[in-house]
């Protein structure tokens, strides 16, 4: 189905199994919402897509409550997010109020509607998309919404040669995605995630990354990082590492896992100073300079696998 973007697939397939979600920058037509669309139907889920735009109000997300004059009462009908899989596209086109509804439901699962609230169902991955190059009309996600993604995906262009299979598979007949599994099954998964073994050796390494982003000064990062990770983006990596190595077929985390997955997982969630902005320095960058300044622990395969 989705041709030159295995990185993109892999990761959107990590945030599923660790239970987190994604938000996904590119241009407009290169398979987000494709690749979306995909694993829903992959896993065996139910499926929503939400335009992002400016006259967007809450009630449009998460439901409202409709009076049924025959009746003399109110009815419930609840709203898009109420699916496995939810696409919004183009977040940062929609004001405040209502990226704060999306807030609610990705970070407490449950959207609240009147003096109820309706849990989301299981399991539940949120993937919004923004256009990186737009700036007119859009609203700027703010810090805390940021760090409730537990990755960020840049989504470039293909390659020549991709582009070439992408217009012999695409330009006459597109292929049908087929269910590979079902909700009960892929939580099971999720829970299997849980106990692939993290060495305390890389507990430590996660720890002192992430920490690193908020005391720059330890690697000569002062003028460029404002403000860094949280432990919330500590407990994302060891996630993210832990269900990447489920997904390659290991029971516990290599280095390697780690490293592979800081950059999507702390880039989005630093704030720059003005300086290193002014100066067109990428949060990307200065993740990828935080990695190459600590030190890697030194354990072999079978040590990472021994608890």
């Known amino acids: 189905m989705i041709v030159g973007q295995d990185r993109l697939v892999e990761r959107l397939v990590v945030a599923l199994l660790a239970d987190g979600h994604c938000l996904l920058e590119g241009m407009p037509g290169v398979a987000k919402t494709l690749a979306a669309q995909t694993l829903a139907t992959a896993a065996g889920g139910s499926f929503a897509r939400i335009q992002f735009t400016p006259d ?26 109420m699916a496995n899989v939810v696409v919004a596209d183009e977040i940062n086109r929609a004001p405040a109020r209502v990226q704060s509804a999306l807030l609610e439901a990705m970070a407490e699962r449950q959207v609240s ?20 190059i737009e700036s007119e009309g859009v609203y700027a996600l703010p810090e805390a919404q940021r760090d409730r993604f ?12 991709d582009e070439l299979a992408i217009l012999y598979r695409m330009g006459v007949r597109r292929p049908v995605p087929r269910k590979v599994l079902d909700p009960q099954t892929l939580l099971g998964l999720q829970e299997q995630v849980k106990d692939v073994y993290i060495h305390h050796a890389l507990a430590e390494y996660i720890v002192r990354l992430v920490l690193t982003s908020r005391q720059p000064e330890r690697v000569g990062l002062a003028d460029k990082i404002a403000f860094g990770g949280s432990p919330r983006a500590t407990l994302g990596l060891a996630a993210a590492a832990r269900a990447l190595a489920l997904l390659r ?7 390697a896992d780690i490293q592979e997955l800081v950059v999507d997982v702390l880039a989005h969630r630093l704030v720059l100073t003005f300086d290193a902005l002014a100066d067109g320095v990428s949060a990307e960058s200065v993740v990828r300079h935080i990695v190459a300044s600590v030190p890697v622990p030194q354990i072999t395969p079978m040590q990472a696998s021994v608890a």
Do not use: W
């Open 56 to 81: 967007l109000v809450p009630s449009d997300i998460v439901g409202t409550r409709i009076y049924r004059a025959s009746r003399e009462e109110f009815d419930v009908e609840l709203g898009p997010i």
């Open 113 to 132: 509607i009147g003096d109820h609230s309706y849990q989301v169902p299981k399991p539940f991955l949120v993937l919004a998309t923004q256009n990186p």
């Open 150 to 161: 537990l990755m960020k995906v840049i989504v470039d262009y293909p390659t020549e040669s």
């Open 249 to 255: 077929g290991r029971d516990y985390v290599l280095p």
